[in-house]
């Protein structure tokens, strides 16, 4: 296989893998906090890229207008959920809060398909021509993509790490009982939480509707890559949860030059079976962190 098709594949599946990484890094935030992995996480990249396709159709919106947009109801769907049903759950089985989890995925999916149908619709980005560096193409839209994933990304990255808010969150997510003691606002923690779950998934919607077809399937489908990769980083690292969204990304991609797409996922998988062989707790995991 020569070098060229390889670095293509390698690019776009890094560019899936980075605005992928928004709700993969939702997912092993609720882990690790909230602590239950969160099933609705895909749909609700599905509700904003239909949010955003709504918001052009409608007002004819500008993309940045419609990415805000989309991001914004997505917290607010989000946050109505926690209030409703996950705050209920919160002294019960992480199981109970899945299960619900579940239900929800499929409530956000069938409210979609009642009221938009099963059409397919596109979100309407400019048409550009893509740089040719002998033979390995670059797309500017690509760019564009991964440069909105990575400031959102690192965005969170310094919250978590230099503000006092992100500091009460990895205290409630090292040992609750201790935060709470300390006089930590569990409940603040946890509306910040859900509140950067909804814009990271509404924001992953946005850019993964620039790249792909939007179906009521859209993020349900990528619901297992997505959990797939918290695992293989290591369940509650968020770091972990961006770069095994990245390697899957890269070895789905790649895999897709050497057994076709219909068969890239297994080769995917098979990839992170044989890290997780040699590192079970994943790429960043700690016994701590999945306690």
Request: charged residues 10%; glycine residues 10%.
């Amino acid at each position: 296989m020569e070098f060229v098709p390889i670095a293509n594949a390698a690019i776009n599946g890094a560019v899936v893998g980075l605005l992928l990484a928004l709700p993969a890094l939702a997912v092993t935030l609720v882990f690790g906090i909230a602590r239950f992995p969160n099933a609705a996480t895909g749909d609700y990249m599905t509700f904003g890229a239909y949010t955003a396709v709504a918001a052009q159709a409608a007002l004819s919106a500008p993309l940045i207008v419609s990415a805000a947009a989309a991001s914004l109801a997505t917290a607010l769907l989000a946050l109505f959920f926690y209030g409703w049903v996950f705050r209920a759950l919160a002294s019960r089985s992480p199981v109970a809060s899945l299960i619900v989890s579940i239900g929800i995925a499929f409530v956000v999916r069938s409210s979609i398909t009642f009221f938009a149908g099963q059409s397919q619709y596109n979100i309407d980005a400019p048409l550009v021509r893509a740089w040719n560096f002998n033979g390995i193409r670059v797309l500017p839209t690509d760019l564009y993509i991964a440069g909105a994933a990575l400031t959102a990304l690192a965005a969170v990255f310094a919250m978590l790490h230099f503000t006092a808010l992100g500091r009460r969150m990895r205290a409630v997510a090292d040992n609750p009982e201790l935060a709470r003691a300390s006089g930590i606002s569990a409940r603040r923690v946890m509306i910040t939480l859900f509140t950067i779950v909804g814009l990271f998934c509404g924001l992953g919607g946005f850019l993964l509707g620039m790249k792909a077809v939007v179906i009521p399937e859209l993020g349900w489908e990528l619901l297992l890559p997505i959990f797939a990769s918290v695992i293989l980083g290591g369940i509650g690292s968020p770091l972990g949860a961006v770069c095994g969204m990245i390697l899957f990304g890269i070895s789905q991609e790649v895999a897709s030059l050497y057994v076709g797409s219909s068969y890239k996922i297994v080769l995917a998988f098979l990839v992170i079976l044989c890290v997780l062989l040699v590192r079970p707790q994943g790429m960043f995991g700690t016994i701590r962190a999945v306690r």
